[in-house]
């Protein structure tokens, strides 16, 4: 029995790697602790655009199939889940360190799968995917800090992606002002349809040579950029305020100092959405499916075949996607 996944390998032995679309066996108990489910829906997330171009540091070993979510249909009863359940799965090693969703088929890991939210479509799952579930850390991260609405505005860098998208939602959700950090000046219309306030462009957050300790303007913050641009964000942050680190799309450094910490009190939380436990897993999904789907579909408006995967990943990181693009497996 076979079935279809795109599988990244090298060619030759010192050749970069590439993502093929092709018919593989399919093994009958793929991973230990696995669940056997039939991928529905799947997604290109940063870290599966960088694996299926080819990048370092995603995939732990070739050759493997990318695709850190799946949205799946179980095909045996196991685990306590029976035959024709529809979970989730976010990270836990999907796509890193064993075969991911960017197939007809996968074996999730146990302990990081959770029941498909009632009410909630499939494809709204993988609309979501692990850019909201991080999101959703993050904002939780920040309310259960103590920062209120009432304290000042949350600041939100990356905002045209997916992850970004997904925080403004979630914060003015919950009666935040959100102030929203982009590059493209296009989407400024859209992120205030989402739910910020206002729109500022990058410059203004990463200032040249900006000093350690400047102007207090964010009660909090979700940051998907790293680098200058968190230094930046916590030189900025008010005292008390909570910035959380999800990402490194401008970088992975933090070339800053401690002051923020030490003269205002600002808290760095870090997010981590591979590893976290079941019970935060549902507690985030909880809060996503409050979320109306008509602002779920306006970030993830896009579904496309498993055939175009590689194709988004290059606009993903080419900075060219809004939001989030749902991959179908079954097309
Ligand atoms: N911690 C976790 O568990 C976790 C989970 C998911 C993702 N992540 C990380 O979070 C980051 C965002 O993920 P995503 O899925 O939201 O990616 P994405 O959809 O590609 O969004 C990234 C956004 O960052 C901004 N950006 C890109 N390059 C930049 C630069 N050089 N300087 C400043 N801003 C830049 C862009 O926003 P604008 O165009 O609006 O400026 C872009 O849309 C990635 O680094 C990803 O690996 C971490």
Redesign the pocket.
Request: glycine letters at 22%; one cysteine or more; hydrophobic letters at 35%.
């Given at each position: 029995m076979s079935h279809r996944a795109i599988v990244v390998d090298r060619p030759l032995p010192d050749a970069r790697p590439e993502a093929i679309l092709r018919r593989v066996e399919t093994a009958a108990a793929a991973l230990e602790g696995g669940i056997d489910v039939d991928v529905l829906f799947s997604s290109v997330?940063?870290?599966d655009a960088i694996a299926l171009t080819g990048g370092p540091g995603i995939l732990r070993s070739l050759p493997l199939t990318p695709g850190i979510d799946v949205v799946g249909r179980v095909r045996t009863s196991a685990d306590g889940w029976s035959a024709g359940d529809t979970v989730i799965t976010n990270g836990g090693g999907l796509g890193e360190r064993f075969d991911g969703g960017l197939a007809e088929r996968s074996a999730v890991p146990a302990a990081h799968t959770i029941a498909l939210p009632d009410g909630m479509t499939a494809r709204t799952a993988a609309a979501i995917g692990?850019?909201g579930f991080?999101a959703a850390l993050a904002v939780q991260a920040i309310a259960t800090a103590g920062v209120s609405p009432d304290d000042g505005e949350i600041l939100v860098?990356?905002?045209?992606?997916?992850?970004?998208s997904f925080a403004i939602a979630l914060l003015a959700a919950r009666g935040y002002r959100v102030a929203a950090?982009?590059?493209?000046e296009s989407?400024a219309d859209a992120l205030v349809d989402l739910g910020a306030e206002r729109v500022l462009e990058?410059s203004e957050i990463d200032v040249a040579d900006g000093k350690p300790m400047q102007s207090s303007r964010w009660a909090g913050a979700v940051d998907?950029?790293g680098s200058t641009?968190l230094v930046n964000v916590l030189a900025q942050t008010s005292y008390g305020g909570v910035v959380a680190a999800?990402?490194?799309?401008?970088g992975p450094d933090l070339p800053g100092t401690v002051l923020p910490f030490i003269l205002r009190g600002v808290t760095l939380a870090g997010?981590?959405?591979?590893e976290a436990p079941l019970a935060r897993r549902r507690e985030a999904w909880a809060e996503l499916a409050t979320l109306p789907v008509d602002v779920i579909d306006s970030i993830a408006p896009r579904t496309e075949p498993l055939e175009r995967a590689t194709t988004i990943a290059r606009e993903?990181l080419a900075?060219r996607?809004a939001g989030?693009v749902v991959i179908d497996t079954r097309a």
């Open positions: 997330n940063y870290k692990t850019a991080t860098t990356g905002a045209g992606g997916g992850v970004g950090v982009t590059g493209r989407l990058r998907s950029v641009t999800c990402g490194l799309a401008q997010i981590n959405s591979v993903v900075g996607v989030r």
